[in-house]
T-cell receptor, first 112, second 115 residues
Framework: KQEVTQIPAALSVPEGENLVLNCSFT??????LQWFRQDPGKGLTSLLL?????REQTSGRLNASLDKSSGRSTLYIAASQPGDSATYLC???????????FGAGTRLAVHP | GAVVSQHPSRVICKSGTSVKIECRSL??????MFWYRQFPKQSLMLMAT?????????EQGVEKDKFLINHASLTLSTLTVTSAHPEDSSFYIC???????????FGDGTRLSIL
């Protein structure tokens, strides 16, 4: 059964810092690994999707990597901004079936 | 991009009331829809998966008679919380996928508060 863990649970940084958010998963037979952003009281915004044949994806200041052998994914945020403040969730599916298992999230606060 | 609309965004009602939440895919056909529940400061937990025209598949520990799911068309799924109690208060989020292994697109969620 797929289990997803995110570290750290919370992070508070000054504006401009480069950040690394970590996600680990137990089942290496993962098909998709996805990173989402959730603002308070809101739904999810998909940030990056990495399929099993890929090792990383980039979008603007965001870069996500996937290492299936070690069961890890990282989300790198360059030059953080106050608008990046939100909860970041990673989710992996379970062996090719489109059923996402979510981590508990990292609550990010970027202060001016 | 793919848009999923969820309605209502917030519901406050008395204990014992049944509440229906709608999830619509606006610009694509969703063969599969998912319903999640999120308690405060916790992550999303999958409740059930529904395929158009079939009975929903519920996750372990989720009462199918309590949480009725209908996916009668390729653009609409509904979740009905029957005889809701305060412990059912939560944030409910739906997602929709065009086909197996296509990304899920999420609605904005419904905040359910049972008094």
């Amino acid at each position: 059964k797929q289990e997803v863990t995110q570290i750290p649970a919370a992070l508070s940084v000054p504006e401009g810092e480069n950040l690394v958010l970590n996600c680990s998963f137990t089942d290496s037979a993962i098909y998709n690994l996805q990173w989402f952003r959730q603002d308070p009281g809101k739904g999810l915004t998909s940030l990056l999707l990495i399929q099993s044949s890929q090792r990383e994806q980039t979008s603007g200041r965001l870069n996500a990597s996937l290492d299936k052998s070690s069961g890890r994914s990282t989300l790198y945020i360059a030059a953080s901004q106050p608008g990046d403040s939100a909860t970041y969730l990673c989710a992996g599916d379970s062996g090719g079936y489109n059923k996402l298992i979510f981590g508990a999230g990292t609550r990010l606060a970027v202060h001016p | 991009g793919a848009v999923v609309s969820q309605h209502p965004s917030r519901v406050i009602c008395k204990s014992g009331t049944s509440v229906k939440i709608e999830c619509r895919s606006l610009d694509f056909q969703a063969t599969t829809m998912f319903w999640y529940r999120q308690f405060p400061k916790q992550s999303l937990m999958l409740m059930a998966t529904s395929n158009e025209g079939s009975k929903a598949t519920y996750e372990q520990g989720v009462e199918k008679d309590k949480f009725l799911i209908n996916h009668a068309s390729l653009t609409l799924s509904t979740l009905t919380v029957t005889s809701a109690h305060p412990e059912d208060s939560s944030f409910y989020i739906c997602s929709a996928s065009g086909s197996f292994n296509q990304p899920q697109h999420f609605g904005d969620g419904t905040r359910l508060s049972i008094l």
